[in-house]
Structures are given as C-alpha cells and as structure tokens.
T-cell receptor
C-alpha cells in the first residue's frame, strides 16, 4: 500500500532560519505530490503541487519543493521563515485510483520563535 | 464564493447516538470526499464520491455512511457513534482537471463521550 513518511514531528526554528521538511513516499509508479499547510484552528490550504515537468516547484508564501524521483522524496523548503509560518505541514501523494484521493503524511508541526 | 461549507463546527455526542455531518460546495465539483484528522495520524480518507449517485470507500470507512443525491451535497452519517470516532472531520471537493487541487472545508470537531 502507498504511504507517506514525514521525518520530523515537530520543528522549532528562529525567525530568518532556513527550513527543510522531509517527505518520502512509497509508490513505484507515477505520482502527484502536494504540500498542504494548516494554520492553527483552520482548514488545510494548498502550498504547492507537483504533477510533471520541472521537479523544482514553487508555491505560495516563498515555499518550494523538489521532487527527486530516485529518492522517492518531495522535501519542502523555505530560505527564511517568519513567525507567521507557524503551522502544521502535511505532505500528500495521489498514486493511482481516483485523482482526488490523497494519502497524507502524519504532519510536521513548525514553531517559529520571533 | 462560499467554497466548501461544513456544519456544524462543533458537536458532542453520547456513545450510540447518530448524527449527520453536512457538507456542501458551490463550485459544481463532481469529486467530493471526507477525511478525519487525528493527532499524529495526519488525514485519513473515509469515503469519496466522483459524482451524484456514486460513492466509494476510502481507507477508514467503518462506522460511517455517505450518500450523494446531488452534486452540491455530500453528508456523512454516523449511525451509532463511538468514542473512537472523536476526531476533526474535513470535507473536500476537487475540480475536473487532473491538476485541480482539493478544496477543504473548515472542519467539524466531533467529541463522542
């Protein structure tokens, strides 16, 4: 069965630090990959997505992610985090089946200290 | 533009009670789904629908029923609530193109005592 692993449960950074959140998936075929963000008390919002083409994907709010097929990875990065980036981040994959059905990782909580 | 609307926002049930979580979208999306979110577990797919009259099970369907009589509405029914169903429930919809993202509702926080 497909699965998504997020390596960090909770990451604490100071403002202006760089961020990298790890995401690995298990599926050998074609995948569509997503990062969602959930601010405290809110619903999930799409940060960025990868379907095909350039493996370096740029999203909203200065986030980017790189798809490395050989490593089954889709890590999220941001060069300089802000206090407002405090949230929970979810990696997700759609691998076959209905295009809307996503498998989510368990999430990474990011706390940014001002 | 309301997007995906879920009601209620909060609900407390006693074990064995039944209830329906409502979900409506005004984007004419064919695809709709229900997820539950539990701490440390991420989101898990309960049921989904690719159009009116069509529903299918996701990863954790037991204890939940769904129906899709219209494109707009996709209610989730708990026939006999159990404490294990205490969770935050999110409804989502998706547009027709292959790269359309999921649009999530604001969630329903359900507690079963």
């Amino acid at each position: 069965a497909q699965s998504v692993s997020q390596h960090n449960h909770h990451v604490i950074l100071s403002e202006a630090a760089s961020l990298e959140l790890g995401c690995n998936y298990s599926y050998g075929g074609t995948v569509n990959l997503f990062w969602y963000v959930q601010y405290p008390g809110q619903h999930l919002q799409l940060l960025l997505k990868y379907f095909s083409g350039d493996p370096l994907v740029k999203g909203i709010k200065g986030f980017e992610a790189e798809f490395i097929k050989s490593k089954f990875s889709f890590n999220l990065r941001k060069p300089s985090v802000q206090w407002s980036d405090t949230a929970e981040y979810f990696c997700a994959v759609n691998a076959g089946g209905s295009q809307g059905n996503l498998i989510f990782g368990k999430g990474t909580k990011l706390s940014v200290k001002p | 533009n309301a997007g995906v609307t879920q009601t209620p926002k909060f609900q407390v049930l006693k074990t064995g009670q039944s209830m329906t979580l409502q979900c409506a979208q005004d984007m004419n999306h064919e695809y709709m789904s229900w997820y539950r979110q539990d701490p440390g577990m991420g989101l898990r797919l309960i049921h989904y629908s690719v159009g009116a009259g069509i529903t299918d099970q996701g990863e954790v369907p037991n204890g939940y029923n769904v129906s899709r009589s219209t494109t707009e509405d996709f209610p989730l029914r708990l026939l006999s609530a159990a404490p294990s169903q205490t969770s935050v429930y999110f409804c989502a919809s998706k547009g027709p193109t292959y790269n359309s993202p999921l649009h999530f509702g604001n969630g329903t926080r359900l507690t079963v005592t």
